[in-house]
């Protein structure tokens, strides 16, 4: 069973920094493009930011300049650095190989 580990999230205040991290099995981080999906309250999941086999990236317009993906070749590690974070950026955050293989998610709380 193919599994994604995602870690690193937890509660900071406005203006603050996360850096989430996804371990991905071997076996499929090659080739694959990667991303980070995010689920506010009450609302649908949503595209945050991917990283595709050459190394291009996109991200959504709401966390553009704020957040960056990276992924480290030699450790299967899919990262999500998030600087500069808003209470909107309250979410369950997802990451996804090819939106076929999912994580469990880690929470992120933004608050005063």
């Known amino acids: 069973q193919v599994q994604l580990v995602e870690s690193g999230g937890g509660l900071v205040q406005p203006g603050g920094s996360l850096r989430l991290s996804c371990a991905v099995p071997?076996?499929?981080?090659?080739?694959?493009?990667m991303s980070w999906y995010r689920q506010p309250p009450g609302k649908e999941r949503e595209l945050v930011a991917s990283?595709?086999?050459?190394?291009?990236?996109n991200y959504a317009d709401s966390v553009k300049v704020r957040f960056t993906i990276s992924k480290d070749n030699a450790k299967n590690t899919v990262y999500l650095q998030m600087n500069s974070l808003k209470p909107e950026d309250t979410a369950v955050y997802y990451c996804?190989?090819?939106?076929?293989?999912w994580g469990q998610g880690t929470q992120v709380t933004v608050s005063s």
């Open positions: 990283i595709y086999r050459i190394g291009y990236t």
């Open positions: 996804t190989v090819g939106q076929h293989y």
């Open positions: 071997a076996s499929i981080f090659s080739g694959n493009s």
